[in-house]
């Protein structure tokens, strides 16, 4: 079984400010992907970041990059230069590669984000 | 190209009656995933679609059931509501079985009354 671990419920940043969430994970598969989703108040699931267990080099787009300690089973999001608009629930994720489950995505609880102007 | 589309935005229901979400994936998508946010129990996994077949269900009782048509769309039944079954629902489509993206739908907020 796959579990997700958000220790921070709420996290607040000042704007333009870098901010770390941090993100847990236990799982036996050998082969998992690693998910960052961004959540505004609209309910709408927002696509951030992707990074699979074999990458060795840790995932960024653009603002966001996926520091990926496999040893530590860690998968935290940085956002650099924190912008109003980053206010939401962000949620980690990940699923197996190479399963009959191959789709299921198993979700952590989520940070609240909050940038401060 | 239009987003994944979930039809209707907002739902009230009452104990005991049934109810049906439409979901609409990205044009040339072929699997939609579901599933339930619950402030209490956090977003958990409903049910996957791909090429009319469901690959995969997660841990909830036979009331909830779905199905996906030759053109991609899907629906979600939920029969005998029960107040816990207040929620968001979520639709994801991705272009592939196999595609890591999946693009999440704005979502149908039931609340059963």
């Known amino acids: 079984a796959q579990k997700i671990t958000q220790t921070q419920p709420g996290m607040f940043v000042q704007e333009k400010e870098a901010v770390t969430l941090d993100c847990t994970y236990d799982?036996?598969?050998?082969?998992?992907?690693l998910f960052w989703y961004k959540q505004p108040s609209s309910g709408e699931m927002i696509f951030l970041i992707y990074?699979?267990?074999?990458?060795?080099q840790n995932a960024t787009e653009g603002r966001y990059s996926l520091n990926f300690q496999k040893a530590r089973k860690s998968a935290n999001l940085v956002i650099s230069a924190s912008q109003l608009g980053d206010s939401a629930m962000y949620f980690c994720?990940?699923?197996?590669?190479?399963?009959?489950?191959?789709?299921?995505?198993?979700f952590g609880s989520g940070t609240q984000l909050t940038v401060l102007p | 190209k239009a987003g994944v589309t979930q039809t209707p935005r907002y739902l009230i229901k009452t104990r005991g009656q049934q109810v049906t979400l439409s979901c609409s994936p990205i044009s040339g998508h072929r699997s939609v995933s579901w599933y339930q946010q619950t402030p209490g129990q956090g977003l958990q996994f409903l049910f996957e679609y791909f090429s009319e077949t469901q690959r995969n269900k997660g841990n909830f009782p036979g009331r909830f059931s779905g199905r996906q048509f030759s053109n991609s769309r899907s629906e979600m039944n939920v029969s005998t509501l029960e107040l816990g079954d207040s929620a968001l629902y979520l639709c994801?489509?991705?272009?592939?079985?196999?595609?890591?993206?999946?693009?999440f739908g704005p979502g149908t907020r039931l609340t059963v009354l």
């Open positions: 994720a990940m699923r197996d590669l190479f399963s009959g489950s191959a789709r299921q995505l198993t």
């Open positions: 799982t036996s598969d050998q082969s998992y992907g």
């Open positions: 994801a489509s991705s272009l592939t079985d196999s595609y890591n993206e999946q693009f």
């Open positions: 990074q699979g267990s074999y990458d060795e």
